[in-house]
């Protein structure tokens, strides 16, 4: 995958199917995202059908294999900032991929590994999320409220869409944000909100969160080049 003139260079870090990856790679393929391009896609997990789609594109996909620590816990309780731990082996070998294929931003579509504040503090406002449910535009605090006045719990970690059904809203949504040590608590670049419908189980939300999402991350790719985008 080449464009033209290649000014924003992405990596992707994907866990499971990639189809945010895929919704990236069709804007990039229909002009819709000009000067923007995939330098590698980077997946924990073997069998991520994430890689083959990167693959069937022509675009590096690497398997990094990704040290388990106690930070993991923290997908049970997100609300504990992540450790300032030194640089993992793993995180150590992400940091180098990124430098050699030199990466402007990073994506994280579908990523299931919390990164360490010692990670992030390299690239500073250059990593992105995509979360299944709505946070504050700080990404900060315990409510969020929707475009009618409701109030609702923020729901972060694994399992949000779960989470939202569970609490009996009506109303939820996907985000994009920047990834800040607190998970799923950085600044909202762009969201869009969800009604929640009778009968919906976790599966047919998420379903239809993941039709929102892939607007929103090309959305926010976009965003993001063009603040970066020299004057
Ligand atoms: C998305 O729903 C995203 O919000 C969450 O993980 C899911 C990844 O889906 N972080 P996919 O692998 O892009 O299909």
Not at 29 to 43: D, F, K, R
Not at 125 to 138: C, T
Not at 151 to 172: E, N, S, W, Y
Not at 188 to 212: P, Q
Request: charged fraction near 20%; include cysteine.
């Amino acid at each position: 995958m080449s464009s033209q003139n290649p000014l924003l260079r992405l990596g992707v870090l994907v866990s499971g199917t990639g189809s945010n990856l895929q919704a990236i790679i069709d804007a990039i393929e229909s002009q819709q995202l000009p000067g923007v391009e995939i330098a590698l896609v980077v997946s924990n997990k073997a069998d991520a059908y994430g890689l083959q789609r990167a693959l069937k594109h022509d675009i590096p996909a690497i398997y990094l294999p990704w040290e388990q620590r106690p930070v993991g816990a923290q997908f049970i309780a997100p609300e504990i900032i992540a450790p300032k731990l030194a640089i993992s082996e793993s995180e150590s070998r992400l940091t180098t991929l990124h430098h050699l294929f030199q990466v402007d931003l990073i994506v994280l579509a579908g990523w299931m590994r919390i990164l360490s504040a010692a990670f992030l503090e390299q690239f500073p406002q250059h990593v992105i999320n995509i979360h299944p449910a709505l946070l504050p535009d700080d990404g900060k605090g315990s409510t969020f409220t929707t475009k009618n006045g409701i109030q609702i719990p923020v729901f972060r970690g694994l399992h949000a869409v779960r989470q939202a059904l569970d609490a009996g809203v009506k109303i939820t949504g996907s985000c994009v944000h920047f990834v800040t040590p607190e998970v799923d608590s950085g600044p909202v670049i762009c969201r869009e909100e969800v009604v929640i419908e009778e009968g919906d189980t976790e599966e047919t939300l998420h379903e239809r969160l993941k039709i929102v999402e892939h607007r929103l991350i090309v959305k926010a790719v976009e965003s993001f080049k063009v603040l970066h985008e020299p004057a």
